[in-house]
């Protein structure tokens, strides 16, 4: 049903005509009743007042999944770190046996071996050993190699004389940068003791750390730089050989160092050399 209304318009000056407008009300498509289902149910006034009471919640269910997927993989990571860190210090004997070795082999040497250092202190807080980037949406972490950790415990200041006779090394450390004054755990390749080792200069301990990790963080950045240069290169002779360079462009000749290798795999790689070598 339609229904017409005439409505006379006017202005503060005086008056010399009358307008008259017609305005057409179509309700024959009356409002639509929404069903009554939890998806489609109304907060009220009073209920909205005691959820801004109890602290507005500004997250929506899907990004409250998103986070606690996160957590749980958090979790699981940070088992998997504790695991491996465990892992390297039972062989640590291993490992140091064979630092020349690791150093000079891409495959052990590039190695993350974040979790195997721990440091921080008043001030400045935990020292991470792995930095995280978002280069446009793509999360990129970089993490202390095992090589740079070799060669931090090479330096005088990570070593400690064990009752052994061994050398035992620092794995963690905290301190002040105010006072420089420092604790750090270091543990022994042969018995496996742990040390206690204090007042050692702790900008020592974070600049050899940082300058370890800043190198490796470099180390990555150049390799792709020099990896994205190689496939330009390759692309612009494929272009120029006329094969196929519209439907293909550089970023398919990119290539990286293949498949990596894992603490596990080099351990058991190393215990397999030293048993083949004590066989013969």
């Known amino acids: 049903m339609q229904q017409a209304r005439r409505l006379c318009c006017a202005n ?18 009356p409002f ?17 007042c005691k959820r801004e009471a109890a602290g507005l919640r500004l997250e929506s269910d899907e990004m409250e999944q998103e986070n606690r997927e996160q957590e749980e993989l958090n979790a699981l990571q940070k088992r998997c770190s504790e695991r491996k860190s465990a892992l390297l210090y039972n062989n640590l004997d291993l490992i140091l046996r064979h630092r020349e070795e690791i150093i000079a082999t891409p495959r052990y040497a590039n190695i993350d071996v974040q979790y195997a250092i721990k440091g921080g202190g008043l001030y400045v807080g935990h020292l991470s ?53 420092s604790m750090a755990t270091a543990i022994c390749p042969k018995c496996k003791r742990e040390i206690r080792v204090k007042n050692r200069s702790f900008g020592g301990y974070c600049g050899l750390m940082s300058i370890g990790h800043e190198r490796d963080i470099e180390k990555v950045v ?3 730089i020099a990896k994205w240069t190689l496939a330009e290169v390759a692309y612009e002779k494929n272009a120029a050989e006329g094969k196929d360079a519209k439907w293909r462009k550089a970023g398919r000749e990119l290539h990286d160092d293949g498949e ?3 603490l596990e795999t080099m351990i058991n790689e190393l215990k397999l050399k030293e048993f083949q070598l004590a066989s013969r």
Not at 12 to 29: E, R, W
């Open 129 to 181: 050993a792995v930095r995280h980037f978002n280069f446009v949406g793509t999360l990129v972490s970089i993490g202390l190699k095992l090589s740079s950790l070799l060669e931090i415990w090479d330096n005088e200041l990570f070593k400690v004389e064990c009752k052994c006779g061994d050398t035992a090394v620092i794995r963690s450390f905290s301190g002040s940068p105010l006072s420089g004054e």
């Open 222 to 224: 150049k390799s792709i």
């Open 260 to 262: 990596p290798c894992n």
């Open 32 to 48: 639509p009743n929404f069903p009554v289902e939890p998806e489609n149910r109304r907060e009220s006034f009073a209920d909205f």
């Open 12 to 29: 503060s000056m005086p008056l010399t005509g009358v307008f008259m407008v017609t305005i057409h009300i179509d309700d024959s498509n």
